[in-house]
């Protein structure tokens, strides 16, 4: 049971380039959600899903695209990165059931140049 | 949508002193308040949580209170120990969407850097 796995662990993008980081979790959870963590910022939700085929924006969506296609993964894509997209990025997940419970993945250190 | 803000956003204490940090929430409708704790470098993890039917909770030297009232809910942790250094996040949620069921968006304050000094 490896929990949520997200891949690369680190990543240097040129501004514009486009990009998928991964996520995966191995314990059959239905809710997932990805979020920047930035200093002084705590974290904010990016997009989240509630199920395979469903997903909904957060708090700061713009610039990202996810899609749930099964249970076990749910990838974010940058669509042109930017400087400002420069950040740690987390996946969790939930089961729901009891409410919250999330687990986090290991995180992507993300930097745009 | 729901905000939470967090206070302090530093604290630092001596070991075996007691710390307090603090969270408001501005959406009513939020059932479910977490703690997490983030050391250096790591994923946050939980250490904590409190539903709104409870105004109290304890585990060993943490305890979370929470007062529904006045929108607002705190950390404590007693006999401080240097490995309790970290960044504390609490956190908000209630049910997202229409299309939801059990799931609950959770919304993070900005975090409190704790420092326990031996």
């Known amino acids: 049971n490896a929990g949520v796995t997200q891949t690369p662990k680190f990543q240097v993008l040129k501004t514009g380039q486009s990009m998928t980081l991964q996520c995966a979790q191995d314990m059959n959870h239905e809710y997932m959600s990805w979020y920047r963590q930035d200093p002084g910022m705590g974290l904010r939700l990016i997009h989240y899903?509630?199920?395979?085929?469903?997903?909904d924006q957060g708090e700061v969506p713009n610039g990202y695209n996810v899609s749930r296609s099964t249970t076990e993964d749910f990838p974010l894509r940058l669509l042109s990165a930017a400087p400002s997209q420069t950040s740690v990025y987390f996946c969790?997940?939930?089961?729901?059931?009891?409410?919250?419970?999330?687990?986090f993945g290991s995180g992507t250190r993300l930097t745009v140049v | 949508g729901e905000n939470v803000e967090q206070h302090p956003s530093t604290l630092s204490v001596q070991e075996g002193d007691s710390a307090v940090i603090k969270c408001t929430y501005s959406?009513?409708?939020?059932?479910?308040f977490p703690w997490y704790k983030q050391e250096l470098g790591k994923r946050p993890q939980l250490i904590i949580d409190i539903r709104s039917n409870v105004g109290e909770k304890k585990d060993q030297r943490i305890a979370v209170t929470l007062n529904k009232t006045a929108k607002h809910f705190s950390l404590h942790i007693t006999e401080t120990q240097p490995e309790d250094s970290a960044v504390y996040f609490c956190a908000a949620s209630k049910p997202a969407s229409m299309f939801s069921g059990g799931y609950n968006k959770l919304i993070f304050g900005a975090g409190t850097r704790l420092a326990v000094h031996p």
């Open positions: 959406d009513s409708a939020s059932n479910y």
């Open positions: 969790a997940s939930s089961s729901g059931v009891p409410l919250g419970g999330y687990t």
């Open positions: 899903s509630v199920g395979a085929g469903i997903t």
